[in-house]
């Protein structure tokens, strides 16, 4: 029978690494602890909004992820924004520009993974902690202490300090390399608001998404605020409630991790407040919350860094895949399962 392959992860990553698998005629299954695929590339269901409260866009600079961003683009799942994008300094509100063009999922970030899924198979809502070797033959062992196998390879696309966990009875060195991987935390607010935004003098109507002091250099290391998004100023949202994203600096979100959400969703509101041009005030919020990414973004590539191997394997029949072996973004999550899913391919007998 062909090589079976199971994906620990449903994230950009391990879905990446699947369709390779797929589209080589090798069977392949994913399972996910999530409610959903997705992981970081995630967004909320509020009353009447859709809330990101992962990556809140991506921008695409390799050949390969450049074919699969035209083809979700051609397809309606994906389309360019912001148009309308600014930036808080000390001198106040200014547009933002750049030559980079940002992609976002439509209508919601997470329509990007959900819709990479169709087709594949997704096991959800199921954690597994514990991976058991048996005649060369891999089973899985989820929390419910259910078995799930047996698979000749096993793709882990998770967080390294999760793999971790997983790979240290039967890969030490590359445990001890996961752990080497340092993953920042982040809190991610939302508030949703009943009446319309009020005007910003000097910004136009159709703002889209605010950077605070990009230089990080200058901004005191005690501000909370790294960037805010108007969800129904997004593709494909037109006509719903209006709501703000609010994604927390990661020096603050370390020295927060213990805050409750309601406390860091207010803190992150005020600051917001605080910011707005010209004696503007925020209407109050119907609904406020805040989730906290314990790890956000791996903390040892610069984005961009040329990257030897962008995953790992061993001769076990284990590999690694996940935005930790490549850089802090969408598009090197998608590269690093990418790759691996072709290595994967072009090994199997
Ligand atoms: P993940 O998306 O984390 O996927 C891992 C999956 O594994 C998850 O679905 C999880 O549920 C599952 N899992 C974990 N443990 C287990 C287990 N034991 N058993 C089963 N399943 C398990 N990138 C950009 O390019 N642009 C941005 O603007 C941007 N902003 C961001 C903002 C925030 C707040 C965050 C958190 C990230 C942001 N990123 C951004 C980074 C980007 O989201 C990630 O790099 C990318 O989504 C990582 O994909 P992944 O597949 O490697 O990991």
Redesign the pocket.
């Known amino acids: 029978p062909p090589v079976s392959t199971a994906i620990?992860?449903?994230?950009?990553?391990?879905?990446?690494c699947a369709q390779a698998l797929k589209d080589a005629g090798l069977p392949v299954c994913l399972?996910?602890?999530?409610r959903a695929?997705?992981?970081?590339?995630?967004s909320r269901h509020l009353q009447d909004a859709e809330v990101d409260?992962?990556?809140?866009?991506?921008?695409v600079r390799d050949p390969a992820f450049h074919r699969q961003v035209s083809a979700w683009q051609e397809a309606g799942h994906v389309a360019t924004w912001p148009h309308s994008f600014w930036q808080i300094s000390e001198s106040g509100w200014q547009r933002h520009h750049d030559e980079v063009e940002?992609f976002i999922g439509t209508p919601r970030m997470s329509a990007v993974?959900r819709q990479l899924a169709e087709g594949l198979e997704v096991v959800c809502e199921?954690?597994?902690?514990r991976l058991e070797a048996q005649e060369d033959q891999w089973w899985l062992l989820?929390e419910r202490r259910q078995r799930h196998g047996p698979f000749a390879r096993v793709v882990i696309?998770?967080?390294t300090p999760?793999?971790a966990?997983?790979l240290a009875d039967h890969a030490p060195a590359l445990a001890e390399e996961c752990e080497a991987v340092i993953q920042r935390p982040?809190?991610?607010a939302w508030a949703r608001f009943d009446t319309a935004m009020p005007a910003l003098p000097g910004v136009d109507d159709d703002w889209q998404a605010v950077r605070l002091d990009p230089d990080q250099e200058r901004a005191p290391a005690a501000d909370p605020l790294r960037?805010v998004s108007r969800n129904d100023h997004k593709p494909g949202r037109r006509g719903q409630g209006e709501s703000l994203s609010l994604?927390a600096r990661l020096e603050w979100s370390e020295t927060h991790l213990t805050l409750d959400a309601e406390s860091v969703a207010r803190e992150l509101l005020e600051a917001f407040r605080q910011r707005l041009p010209g004696g503007a005030t925020l209407p109050e919020p119907s609904d406020l919350g805040a989730?906290l990414?314990r790890?956000?973004?791996?903390n040892v590539f610069a984005a961009g860094e040329a990257v030897n191997l962008d995953y790992r394997r061993t001769a076990m029949g284990l590999a690694l895949?996940?935005?930790?072996w490549r850089?802090?973004?969408?598009?090197?999550?998608?590269l690093?399962?990418h790759h691996l899913g072709e290595a994967l391919s072009a090994d199997a007998p």
């Not at 399972?31 to 999530?34: C, E, L, N, R, V």
């Not at 199921?126 to 902690?129: G, S, Y």
């Not at 895949?321 to 930790?324: L, P, Q, R, S, W």
């Open positions: 620990i992860g449903a994230g950009i990553a391990g879905l990446a399972f996910d602890k999530g695929a997705g992981g970081r590339m995630s409260l992962g990556a809140q866009f991506f921008s940002r993974p199921t954690r597994i902690e989820d696309a998770i967080p999760q793999a966990a997983l982040c809190w991610a960037f994604l989730h990414w790890y956000a973004q791996p895949c996940g935005d930790a850089g802090p973004r969408v598009e090197d999550a998608w690093s399962g």
